[in-house]
């Protein structure tokens, strides 16, 4: 079983539609990170957090450390929106904090 | 640009050919890592660099691969006699401790 557990693994929306990607994790982490990675191979960090909840324009991140849950929220959702989401988690364990990644969620929004 | 580099951005080679790849990070980040990335799979960790000491490999990393950052800053990743299941996005990216990694562009390989 993976360490990281995305949900859905596609999603195809309508533009405006209020979208979510949940990220499930089965380790002990000092933090999470919410990526986005467009056609070409690229990611952007979107989010790193450790607690609670974080926004960014139409992003909003939260997450449950007791429930080992996080989900990453799109408002007012764009075709500039489509791309894959990538959650990763920092493990506790080790110095080095590296990433463990999961598979990525890919999400298409129509206009 | 301040983001991280990477170099080539695509590579198509023989199979048993040596190829080579470049990350120039983030100046004044510390760490530097490298990931691996299938299609329809999330990356996953090769190696990490603390300045220019090698710190963890990944069980992933085959004799064949060998990774250098000799003054703590760029690094590179070699991999020798490759085959086709090198095929893969490498990418590097590049934080300071406890601070969000920022990843570059990646480099695809494909071995043919």
């Known amino acids: 079983k993976n360490e990281v557990e995305q949900s859905p693994q596609n999603l195809t929306a309508q533009e405006g539609e209020f979208i979510t990607i949940n990220c499930s994790y089965s380790v002990g982490i000092s933090a999470l990170h919410w990526l986005q990675q467009h056609p070409g191979g690229g990611i952007v960090s979107l989010f790193m957090?450790?607690?609670g909840k974080k926004k960014h324009g139409r992003l909003i991140a939260t997450i449950n450390i007791q429930e080992k849950h996080s989900s990453l929220h799109i408002t007012a959702s764009h075709p500039r929106d489509s791309a894959v989401y990538i959650c990763?988690?920092?493990?506790?364990?080790?110095?080095?904090?590296?990433?463990?990644f999961g598979k990525g969620m890919k999400l298409t929004v129509n206009p | 640009d301040t983001g991280v580099s990477q170099d080539p951005r695509h590579k198509i080679t023989k199979r048993g050919q040596n190829v080579t790849f470049r990350c120039d990070p983030i100046s004044e980040h510390n760490r530097l890592y490298w990931y691996r990335q299938t299609l329809g799979q999330g990356p996953e960790f090769l190696t990490y660099f603390q300045n220019e000491a090698q710190l963890e490999k990944s069980r992933l990393l085959s004799d064949r691969f060998s990774a250098e950052r000799p003054k703590g800053s760029f690094s590179t990743l070699e991999i020798q006699r490759t085959e086709q299941g090198d095929s893969a996005m490498y990418l590097c990216a590049s934080s300071r401790t406890g601070r969000a990694a920022f990843f570059g562009q990646g480099t695809r390989l494909t071995v043919v």
């Open positions: 957090l450790s607690s």
């Open positions: 990763a988690v920092r493990k506790t364990q080790g110095g080095s904090e590296k990433l463990v």
